[in-house]
């Protein structure tokens, strides 16, 4: 049985997990230049693994916040955790300098860092149930 959620949260839910399995696919495809701009020099694995690895994570994250009902708190937090784990690479990407997705200013990749949190929020918030 299904924990009952609010509208709000229903679809703060459906467009991060739609955000998160199309980010995932574009590590696959389109986008893979620009997410190894990302990757910080500390992780052991080679740049394009990490890239890849981090897009399967994205879709497997995404779907299963689009399509979770028992779990659906579970999902959120590890969406959290993901978020959270990510993001030395865009302080990396800012530290470094480095130009990806059109952040070519360090104020701009920057300001990228406040989404960060955000979405974080987002995960845990829209995945709880309503009381």
Same mark, same amino acid.
């Given at each position: 049985m299904s924990t009952p959620s609010t509208p709000a949260r229903t679809i703060g839910r459906f467009l991060l997990g739609g955000a998160l399995v199309f980010a995932g696919t574009s590590h696959l495809t389109f =986008?893979? @230049?620009?997410?190894r701009a990302q990757v910080p020099e500390f992780v052991p694995l080679k740049? @394009?693994?990490t890239v890849l690895a981090s %897009?399967?994570?994205?879709? %497997? &994250?995404? =779907?299963? !916040? &689009?399509l979770a009902r028992r779990h659906r708190s579970l999902v959120g937090t590890a969406a959290a955790v993901f978020f959270a784990a990510v993001f030395p %690479?865009?302080?990396?990407? !800012?530290v470094h300098h480095r130009d990806?997705? %059109? !952040? @070519?200013?360090?104020?701009?990749? =920057? &300001?990228? !860092?406040?989404g960060q949190p955000v979405l974080i929020a987002l995960a845990l918030w829209s995945t709880r149930s309503k009381r």
């Open positions: =986008a893979r @230049d620009d997410f740049t @394009d693994t %897009g399967v994570a994205e879709i %497997g &994250l995404g =779907a299963a !916040l &689009l %690479g865009n302080i990396a990407q !800012l990806a997705f %059109g !952040l @070519d200013t360090d104020r701009k990749r =920057a &300001l990228r !860092l406040i």
